[in-house]
């Protein structure tokens, strides 16, 4: 039987807790065998060990590496790894991503496929290029990373069309929506008036609004799962206005569909 052929799984940063969509598209595919690739790691999600290959694990070596791989375009630790287990196709995830993965998949001769998930996609180019680094590089490389790629998947028909707005070839634009695992209906039954949130704790993804509007609900309690910069603002104003908030913190799947079951509301507010 014939190997099975492998996908390195592009983030420059391996991997945030948010980014379980990520991880959970790889570990389900069937046709191909993912390996992790970054640049640098997080005390974030984690990935398996001989699956994951990261450019700069820490120290001047690490460093040098990665500093010649922005530069240069090469990077041998991560090309003898995908060599190693036979990868087949580089994909990126989000734009500013896809830009620094581009190097690698040209190294490997390989095809570059780019997931938008959103800001990548949306965000105006004053503010990214504000943001300076990778956000910076891409819109300023955009043109380069357009012509590189082989194909750019888009989670949304949304995202496709702003990807169209800003000049992406329509041939080479695919939507894709990220699926989930699901089980077996939960059995009904009486839930209290518990609004749950399931996200980043920032400003981006509504969390003020929801919280004006959950205090004018008479006995709901919310429940924030997730973290981020707004938690330190979220606990003084629960502190302050009396508001019913648990902050459950990141919680693993497991965590999160308990959390589901338990809700009578999920909550998208952004």
């Known amino acids: 039987m014939a190997p099975v052929p492998s996908v390195a799984v592009f983030r420059s940063t391996l991997l945030a807790r948010s980014e379980t969509f990520v991880r959970s598209q790889a570990l389900a595919l069937s046709r191909y065998a993912p390996l992790f690739v970054g640049l640098h790691e ?44 036979g990868v087949r196709v580089v994909h990126a995830h989000f734009g500013p991503d896809g830009l620094q993965a581009l190097p690698l998949a040209r190294a490997l001769d390989v095809p570059l496929v780019v997931t938008f998930h959103g800001y990548d996609a949306t965000v105006d180019d004053d503010e990214l290029l504000r943001a300076g680094g990778a956000a910076r590089a891409f819109v300023q490389r955009r043109d380069e990373l357009m012509e590189g790629a082989a194909r750019f998947v888009a989670v949304s028909g949304f995202i496709r069309d ?79 206005d009396g508001t019913q908030v648990e902050l459950a913190g990141w919680q693993d799947p497991d965590g999160v569909r308990a959390a589901m079951t338990a809700a009578r509301v999920l909550c998208v507010p952004s």
């Open 42 to 85: 997080t005390a974030g999600l984690p990935l398996p060990p001989e699956r994951t290959v990261i450019l700069n694990p820490g120290g001047p070596g690490g460093r040098v590496r990665e500093l010649a791989y922005a530069r240069l375009g090469r990077a041998g630790r991560l090309e003898r790894a995908c060599r190693r287990v």
């Open 162 to 240: 702003e990807l169209l707005a800003r000049g992406f070839a329509a041939e080479k634009v695919q939507v894709h929506h990220i699926g989930i695992p699901v089980g077996g209906a939960p059995e009904r039954g009486a839930r209290p008036r518990t609004v749950l949130f399931v996200g980043r704790l920032s400003e981006k993804k509504g969390l003020p609004d929801l919280l004006d509007a959950v205090a004018r609900v008479p006995d709901a309690r919310l429940v924030l799962v997730g973290d981020g910069p707004l938690r330190a603002e979220i606990e003084h104003r629960v502190v302050a």
